[in-house]
């Protein structure tokens, strides 16, 4: 401890955290309930810590300081002095070296170990546990456009998972963002269409502390200690290499939007790690119950929840965000969003983080796409949230799976879903790209599983298959899980191309997960977060080429034909001077659908039409082909489908569990 170091006193700086001066770098910490907070450094190779520092000033609840002669490459760490109290709320343990919740940079992965959750009165030190937060210095932001341009596509992937078996990678880049940026992972995003992918979180994080138990680890990443840097497994070049990727990305035409988890961290519950927030302030930053400011607030499932509706909380995430922006990030989605807009007193839409997004001028341009759920009380609001923000289509996954399963009187909810769910979105004045499409994403089954599993197999998760959805409007076509007969490989193959066609072909924005593509397999697992190993990372080897290639022609399609993904909900009546309704539904003879036919009906069509132009999206559930009458044409016009989704074998028929679109084309001029 006996280093040369001194730390001066400061004004108040304008930015959290570390920050280079011209005169070295300055410290700002939150803390409101702590009563010092000292600065710990290290050496070069961040194995000893050489100094503890008391920040010398205090305005307000920012505990601040300068320390001369500090350049980038800095190792540093961070202890609170302050009541043990836990009945109360606080949690102050100076044996506990914390992680600066505004550092950029740390020098190694974290990992769980008992002794970061210890009380004070054993101390044990953890500073040979927690990593080394590195002070960097400032890199210029990355020019944005002025508002983000709604997605075609979305792809979501998890970097790891996505990279580690694909043979065309260096195996020296797989499992890191720097894979991503190889040419063969561009050129599949480009052959798919896709304009934006959606990284899974790459924040750095910690495992839960059941899990290294069981010889697991997290491999989702749904569990960060702070909001600004990066993991260093996924980056070891620390922030230069999502700037990269960004770029990269840019240039080929696609967005990055990351998947940012602001609800809870991995400190668990009261048994867990004291690493960074709960040390620094922990009855500020986490919700408490107003009766008991000792017990946390559960809303995440996670063991507590973030109070963002308080101020240094709020700018905290904030700031978060500003900075990821000035990486490149075209925006983000938030994970369990209810917490977004919680306070003591339930969800408001009008809640103060949603205020402060939608006025910050570079933010309010930003994607902002909402998982609208959490566990707490009234958590799942679907369609609550406040415009420009996008949400998780919940209802879309749930309805297009009971319909294609077979549920009774599903027809109608599925035709609310391909029309781009105005039952959820049109009261808020927002379109149909306020809803996100999905089938499947990282969280459930994949789209193979989906139609190979009637039940959920979570063994391999330690858990006694406890854990997971438990109805997930799955079906297995006859045989629980993998198999080798052709009629149940046939029948699930068909019905996989029927719902990835269902969602290409429905308003609002389709996303993808990776390798759903491909039929990718979890075997039955639908909680694959604690799966980081060869068995659960995308099979490229395994990747059916013919799947690929009908994802890509879908993805064509919807970019080629304007009806298919419009922007505004049907009304059923004339729009832009045509003489047609804008949305037609069809019975299979190709006349209208009266309101009564919806009970029970498996076959179906919708006509979508403006002047110049019309598309028929046709639809047969049935396990036989069905006859499907076209209706007529406009003038010197013609009928001709351009997709189906399994073979047809004639133009009036529509194979069974299968989609079809068809164009209305000029007719061939007589010769004279």
């Not at 709020?314 to 490149?328: I, N, P, S, Y």
């Not at 996008?390 to 109608?412: P, Q």
Request: hydrophobic share 40%.
């Amino acid at each position: 401890m006996g280093a040369p170091w001194r730390i001066a006193p400061s004004a108040l700086p304008e930015r959290m955290g570390a920050n280079i001066t011209p005169d070295g770098v300055a410290f700002a910490v939150f803390s409101r309930n702590g009563d010092s907070v000292q600065l710990c450094l290290f050496d070069d190779d961040g194995e000893h810590e050489i100094a503890r520092l008391p920040l010398p000033c205090r305005s307000g609840d920012i505990h601040h300081g300068l320390l001369p002669g500090a350049k980038p490459g800095l190792r540093y760490g961070l202890r609170v002095e302050g009541p043990w109290q836990p009945e109360r709320g606080y949690r102050f343990d100076a044996t506990k070296l914390l992680v600066d919740p505004y550092a950029t940079l740390i020098d190694r992965p974290f990992r769980w170990d008992p002794a970061l959750a210890a009380p004070p009165s054993t101390g044990i030190d953890t500073a040979a546990l927690v990593p080394r937060c590195v002070v960097v210095g400032t890199e210029p932001a990355q020019v944005r456009p002025g508002r983000e341009q709604a997605p075609a596509f979305i792809y979501e992937l998890g970097v790891k998972s996505f990279t580690m078996r694909q043979p065309a990678i260096p195996r020296p880049l797989r499992g890191t963002l720097a894979a991503l940026t190889a040419e063969p992972v561009l050129a599949h995003l480009q052959r798919l269409g896709v304009s934006h992918v959606e990284l899974m979180p790459v924040a750095a994080w910690m495992d839960e502390r059941h899990l290294p138990p069981l010889g697991l680890s997290n491999a989702w990443g749904y569990n960060p200690v702070n909001f600004f840097a990066l993991d260093p497994r996924l980056a070891p070049g620390g922030e230069a290499d999502l700037r990269k990727l960004c770029a990269a990305y840019a240039q080929a035409g696609i967005g990055i939007i990351l998947d940012i988890v602001l609800n809870h961290t991995a400190e668990s519950d009261e048994h867990g790690a004291t690493i960074c927030l709960r040390g620094l302030d922990n009855a500020v930053y986490y919700r408490h119950a107003t009766d008991d400011p000792g017990r946390l607030i559960n809303d995440t499932g996670c063991g507590h929840t973030l109070a963002l509706d308080r101020a240094p909380v709020l700018r905290m995430a904030t700031d978060a965000l500003r900075h990821w922006r000035a990486c490149g990030v075209a925006g983000f989605r938030f994970d369990l969003g209810t917490v977004m807009g919680r306070s003591d007193t339930g969800f408001s839409a009008e809640a103060p983080l949603f205020a402060a997004l939608l006025q910050d001028p570079d933010l309010a341009n930003a994607l902002l796409i909402a998982e609208p759920w959490d566990i707490g009380p009234g958590g799942y609001r679907l369609g609550e949230f406040p415009a420009p923000f996008a949400e998780w289509n919940g209802r879309y996954r749930d309805d297009v799976r009971r319909f294609w399963r077979g549920d009774a009187g599903a027809a109608g909810a599925l035709a609310t879903r391909l029309s781009g769910s105005a039952d959820l979105f049109a009261s808020r004045h927002r379109g149909p790209n306020a809803g996100i499409n999905f089938i499947a994403a990282h969280d459930g089954f994949t789209l193979a599983d989906l139609v190979a599993y009637a039940g959920k197999h979570n063994e391999a998760n330690g858990e006694g298959n406890r854990d997971g959805d438990n109805d997930s409007h799955s079906w297995n076509n006859g045989i629980e899980g993998a198999s080798d007969d052709v009629a149940v490989k046939a029948a699930r193959d068909s019905d996989i191309r029927a719902l990835l066609a269902t969602l290409f072909l429905s308003r609002g924005i389709p996303m993808l997960a990776a390798g759903d593509e491909f039929g990718r397999t979890q075997f039955g697992n639908n909680n694959a977060y604690a799966q980081d190993n060869d068995r659960f990372w995308l099979d490229w080897a395994e990747a059916d080429q013919e799947l690929i290639a009908l994802a890509a022609q879908l993805s064509a399609l919807r970019r080629d034909h304007p009806l298919i993904r419009g922007e505004h909900f049907l009304t059923g009546q004339p729009s832009n001077g045509s003489k047609r309704p804008d949305a037609t539904w069809l019975r299979a003879d190709g006349t209208p659908l009266a309101d009564a036919d919806w009970r029970g009906l498996d076959v179906f069509g919708l006509r979508l039409a403006r002047t110049g132009e019309a598309v028929l999206i046709a639809i047969n559930r049935r396990h036989e082909a069905a006859a499907f009458t076209l209706p007529g044409a406009s003038a010197s016009q013609a009928w001709r489908r351009i997709f189906c989704s399994s073979p047809a074998q004639a133009e009036t028929e529509l194979p069974s569990r299968s989609v079809s679109l068809f164009a209305e084309a000029a007719l061939p001029t007589p010769p004279p």
